[in-house]
C-alpha cells in the first residue's frame, strides 16, 4: 500500500510538472498570438479577452458543475470589492502588455515578469510589515539598482516594465485576500469585466471602428480566441499548483519571462544596447540570489521538519516501551498470591 501510494504522489507531481510548464510555456509564447490580431487595436483586443473569457470560463463552471461560490461572494460585499480591484488591476495589466506587445516592446514587458518577484516582496515590506532576510534586503537593492541603470540607458524609467510588475504584483496581493481557485476568481473578475468590455466593443461598432467580422471569418475567430488563451493556462496553472510544491513552482514562474525575453531578441529583433543588457544582468543577479535564498530556506525548513518529525517518533517510542513493564506487572500480580495459595494447599 506504501509503494502504491508513493508511486501515485510521484505521478501526481509528474502531472503537476507537465502542467507548470504547459502554463508558463504558454504564457511566454503569447506574445506570439497578440500580432495576429491585428489591425485590431489594444483596446479593442482587450475589450474581446474579457468578453469572451467569461464565456470560456462559463462553459468550463458548467461543466464541473461549480457555481456555489457564487452566491457566497454575492453575500459578502467586502470580497466583491477585493475582487472589483482585482479586475481593474489585472485590466490595466492585459492592457498594457497587449500594447506592449503590438508596439514593439515584447523584451520591456519581458522585463515587468522578471523583476515582479521583486516587486511582491517589496509590497510585503510596506504594506504587510514582513520581515527579510538580508539576501533577500541584497536582491531587492539590486533589483533597484537595475531600475536605475535601465532608467539611464532609456533616458526615462522602464515605465511599461514597471506598470506590468507593480499590476500583477497588486493583483497577487488582492487574489491572496480573496482566497478563490483560479478558476472561480477568473469568473469572477471577467464577470465584472464583461458590461465595460461589451459596452466598449458596442461604441466601437456604432464609431465604425470595430474590426470584428470586418476582416474575414478567420480574424473573427482569433478575436473570440482570446478567452481560450486566457482561460487555458490558468487551468494549467491550476492544476501544477495543487500538485508542486510551491519552491518548485516558484522556479517555473521564469519561464514565461525567459520565453518573451528570448522571443523579442530573436523573433522581433528587438535592440538590445549594452545598457539594457547591464540592467537585464542585474535583474537576473537579483532574481538568482532570491531563488538561491529560497532553495536554502526551503531546504533548511525540511530538515528541522524531519528533525521534529524523529523526534517526536522517538518520544512516542519512548513512552510505549515505558508503558509496557508497568502493564505486565498490573498483570502479573493477582497471580502471583493465588499461586502460591494454590500451593500451599490454601
Known amino acids: 500500500m506504501d509503494a502504491a501510494a508513493a508511486e501515485q504522489s510521484k505521478s501526481e507531481q509528474r502531472?503537476?510538472?507537465l502542467n507548470g510548464f504547459a502554463a508558463y510555456g504558454m504564457w511566454g509564447l503569447v506574445p506570439l498570438f497578440w500580432p495576429l490580431l491585428k489591425p485590431s487595436g489594444a483596446g479593442e483586443i482587450l475589450a474581446h479577452r474579457m468578453a469572451w473569457s467569461l464565456v470560456v470560463v462559463g462553459v468550463a463552471l458548467l461543466a464541473v458543475r461549480r457555481w456555489a461560490w457564487a452566491g457566497e461572494l454575492i453575500r459578502q460585499p467586502r470580497k466583491l470589492g477585493l475582487v472589483t480591484i482585482a479586475a481593474a488591476v489585472i485590466t490595466v495589466n492585459w492592457g498594457v502588455y497587449i500594447w506592449a506587445v503590438n508596439s514593439g516592446h515584447v523584451v520591456e514587458a519581458s522585463l515587468g515578469y522578471f523583476i515582479n518577484p521583486l516587486v511582491t516582496i517589496a509590497m510585503g515590506v510596506l504594506l504587510l510589515g514582513e520581515r527579510l532576510r538580508p539576501v533577500q534586503w541584497a536582491a531587492v537593492a539590486v533589483g533597484l539598482s537595475a531600475v536605475l541603470v535601465l532608467a539611464f540607458g532609456y533616458g526615462q524609467?522602464?515605465?511599461?516594465?514597471?506598470?506590468?510588475?507593480?499590476?500583477f504584483a497588486t493583483y497577487g496581493l488582492v487574489k491572496k485576500k480573496v482566497g478563490l481557485s483560479g478558476l472561480e476568481s477568473l469568473a469572477a473578475e471577467t464577470a465584472i469585466q464583461f458590461l465595460p468590455a461589451v459596452g466598449f466593443l458596442i461604441w466601437l461598432g456604432v464609431r465604425g471602428d470595430a474590426t470584428f467580422g470586418m476582416e474575414g471569418p478567420g480574424h473573427a475567430a482569433l478575436l473570440a480566441a482570446t478567452g481560450v488563451v486566457t482561460a487555458i493556462p490558468l487551468v494549467c496553472?491550476?492544476?501544477a499548483a495543487i500538485r508542486v510544491p510551491l519552491a518548485t513552482l516558484g522556479m517555473l514562474q521564469y519561464?514565461?519571462?525567459?520565453f518573451q525575453f528570448l522571443l523579442g531578441i530573436l523573433y522581433f529583433h528587438e535592440a538590445m544596447p549594452p545598457e539594457r543588457w547591464a540592467g537585464f544582468g542585474l535583474v537576473w543577479l537579483a532574481l538568482t540570489l532570491l531563488t538561491w535564498d529560497a532553495l536554502r530556506t526551503a531546504r533548511r525548513n525540511a530538515v528541522r521538519l524531519a528533525a521534529a518529525r524523529a523526534s517526536a517518533a522517538t518520544a512516542a517510542t519512548a513512552a510505549t516501551a515505558a508503558s509496557v513493564p508497568v502493564a505486565a506487572g498490573r498483570e502479573t500480580e493477582p497471580m502471583t498470591p493465588a499461586a502460591g495459595r494454590e500451593e500451599s494447599g490454601v
Request: proline share 14%; hydrophobic share 60%; aromatic share 14%.
Open 237 to 239: 496553472f491550476g492544476a
Open 15 to 17: 502531472i503537476g510538472l
Open 255 to 258: 519561464l514565461a519571462p525567459v
Open 157 to 167: 524609467p522602464p515605465w511599461i516594465s514597471l506598470c506590468l510588475a507593480f499590476s
